[in-house]
């Protein structure tokens, strides 16, 4: 079955830790996205990327790092410089990135930081 | 600069009553409006969108969504709920002018419907 994975499905991280949350997908799609949801505030998008090796910052990317080495990939790191980092992750992907497409995710990593 | 607001935060709904949520947005440019659904814990799935052409959108599950330009709104309905569509309910919206698809979200309605 096609689909978009993340892992892990939890995670815990010490204070001043980097992690990194693993989006692996399997549509064939060229955009992919990462979002943070709390509660009450909806989704709102970190980065996303149209394409290989290239990526956009979206309207919270300070203390996020992403790469887009492979098609099928776009880990996203949470580094230490990301004050407020427990939330729920959402990756998602979409066909070709145009405004019309439908936007399909995968199952959430949350984290906590301890 | 666009946004979404959805007014009620929980909607709390007898089961095979009918329901509504609320979604207006605001954009000074042609939007395409979507709604989607998150079951506890999970990603979100797509319920329907509004692209163009008639206002009235069906979607999965017995959804369906009115669009009104006048009104800059895009209610969600269903006739008749089950207990299975206690969820939260995400309205979206993107701009015919943006690049890389970006979707600004409301803060979405939680719907939770009781025997």
């Known amino acids: 079955d096609g689909g978009i994975t993340q892992s892990p499905k939890y995670l815990f991280r010490k204070e001043g830790q980097n992690v990194t949350l693993s989006c692996e997908q399997n549509l064939n799609h060229d955009a992919m996205y990462w979002y943070r949801q709390d509660p009450g505030q909806g989704l709102r998008l970190i980065y996303y990327s149209q394409i290989v090796n290239d990526f956009q910052k979206g309207d919270i990317a300070e203390g996020y790092s992403v790469s887009r080495e492979k098609k099928e990939s776009f880990p996203l790191t949470v580094t230490s410089a990301q004050k407020n980092p427990t939330a729920f992750y959402l990756c998602a992907s979409s066909i070709a990135g145009v405004d019309t497409d439908t936007q399909y995710f995968g199952p959430g990593t949350r984290l906590t930081v301890l | ?115």
């Not at chain 2, 009553?17 to 954009?27: G, K, Q, T």
């Not at chain 2, 509004?50 to 959108?57: A, D, I, M």
């Open chain 2, 1 to 115: 600069a666009q946004s979404v607001t959805q007014l009620d935060s929980q909607v709390p709904v007898f089961e095979e009553a009918p329901v509504e949520l609320r979604c207006n947005y605001s954009s000074s440019v042609s939007v395409y409006l979507f709604w989607y659904v998150q079951y506890p814990n999970q990603g979100l799935q797509l319920l329907l969108k509004y692209l163009s052409g008639s206002t009235l959108v069906k979607g999965i599950n017995g959804f369906e969504a009115e669009f009104n330009k006048s009104q800059t709104s895009f209610h969600l309905r269903k006739p008749s709920v089950h207990i299975s569509d206690t969820a939260e309910y995400f309205c979206a919206v993107s701009d015919q002018y943006n690049a890389g698809n970006m979707l600004t979200f409301g803060g979405g309605t939680r719907l939770m419907v009781k025997p």
